[in-house]
């Protein structure tokens, strides 16, 4: 008997970590790569929130603090919800996690059993199959495309529903696509979810400030507040402020399953890092003009993305509304043959590639469950873009068709 557990062996690792830490381990090894696997912005944390938790070690804030989080941190987030998404919590209706990941890893810990079914659009988040099957659910893909901007539509979503699905997980805007779901995508959605009082929904909203033009953000608790008490509303402090690794995720949600939530946080990692969490109150709270700057530098970049990208031969992208991703299509590629006479037979081919021959890391589409594709993350500087395109166009124009 080994050691490790079936569950475990249905479970795959993640694709952007693999292709981040192969990266770091070419570079080791000496080999120059632009890392454009990782969704994690290149900004430093803001000053004052760096400031907020040097504060807070001088003040003596370094012991555990309650499961769900500190006190003025839940102020903040019950604040926040009001203030940006007309949502209204008490304080006992907010959880914080290790980042937004613990938290839907907890929501689903706590409320999946045998033959329960998560249904989700994909190209997805690489982490959500895998989640669902370490939590003893079924994960239920439903397949959307670039046609419709990879939105999931009412009539695809009734025919995955039954008997069987227990949740809804919604990612908007999208990792990986940058699909935003709008006001009336989500009624749309909604109109069905009402026919099916058993599915509650999970609104991933990590991305919620980074859309862009005249893109409105929307979440399905404000939209459908009649849903509002089987919906878990997901969000954190990573990807808009800059502080990934501090990991301060938080949700709101029906008090039940939040304290559901937090008995599994309290038998696994307790909590959040105190000192973090203070820093956190004040990234909520305190000044958020650096975020229309990064929005603005994430749009400027997206824009000079997507037009580099439909210039070289062979791969395609649409104009993605929000995150920091494009979703290249690059299966006009596929079946070529490399300088070294090798295959590209599948994405993974193509993005080892590219990895390999110029220097550049991505992540392929089959880890986000959408074969064809590679994940390309613009959250880098204007020099390492630039750098990284010239050397993914010379790559590709070097490719031939190969010979049988």
């Known amino acids: 008997m080994g050691i490790l557990s079936d569950k475990l062996s249905a479970v795959k690792p993640s694709q952007t970590k693999a292709m981040t830490e192969l990266a770091e381990t070419m570079r080791a090894a000496g080999k120059s790569i632009i890392t454009l696997s990782q969704g994690e912005p290149d900004f430093d944390t803001p000053q004052h929130i760096c400031q907020a938790a040097v504060d807070a070690i001088h003040a003596g804030h370094t012991r555990y603090t309650s499961v769900a989080g500190i006190t003025p941190l839940r102020e903040a987030i019950v604040e926040k919800f009001r203030r940006e998404n007309n949502l209204t919590y008490s304080i006992d209706q907010i959880t914080v996690g290790c980042g937004a990941k613990q938290l839907l890893f907890s929501a689903l810990m706590a409320s999946l059993d045998e033959g329960d079914e998560v249904v989700f659009p994909t190209p997805c988040w690489v982490s959500y199959p895998e989640m669902v099957k370490l939590t003893g659910g079924i994960p239920v893909a439903i397949p959307t495309s670039a046609d419709n901007g990879f939105i999931l539509g009412p009539g695809e979503l009734r025919a995955a529903l039954n008997e069987n699905s227990k949740w809804l997980m919604l990612n908007s805007p999208s990792n990986p ?28 909203d990590i991305y919620e400030h980074l859309v862009y033009g005249d893109v409105e953000f929307a979440t399905m608790a404000a939209v459908a507040p009649d849903l509002a008490e089987r919906t878990l509303t997901v969000n954190g402090v990573s990807k808009a402020y800059a502080m990934t690794g501090w990991r301060v995720g938080y949700a709101g949600g029906p008090l039940q399953l939040i304290k559901a939530m937090n008995t599994v946080q309290g038998q696994s990692t307790s909590h959040t890092c105190s000192v973090s969490q203070y820093a956190a109150v004040t990234a909520l709270s305190g000044d958020q003009s650096f975020i229309d700057e990064f929005r603005a530098a994430f749009s400027a970049r997206r824009d ?8 070289i031969p062979g791969l395609s992208c649409d104009t993605p509304d929000g995150a920091f991703y494009v979703f290249a299509d690059c299966r006009e590629l596929l079946g070529k043959a490399t300088p070294g006479g090798s295959v590209l037979s599948t994405d993974m081919d193509f993005a080892m590639y590219l990895m390999e021959s110029a220097g550049v890391a991505v992540v392929p589409g089959s880890g986000f469950l959408a074969d064809g594709f590679i994940r390309i993350s613009y959250a880098a500087s204007e020099d390492e873009l630039t750098r990284a395109i010239d050397a993914i166009h010379a790559a590709v124009v070097q490719l031939t068709e190969a010979t049988t």
């Open 177 to 204: 696509t940058g699909a935003v779901y709008t006001a009336s995508d989500l009624q749309a959605l909604a109109e069905v979810l009402r026919d099916f009082p058993r599915v509650w929904i999970l609104s991933d």
């Open 304 to 311: 000079a993305m997507v037009k580099q990208v439909n210039a």
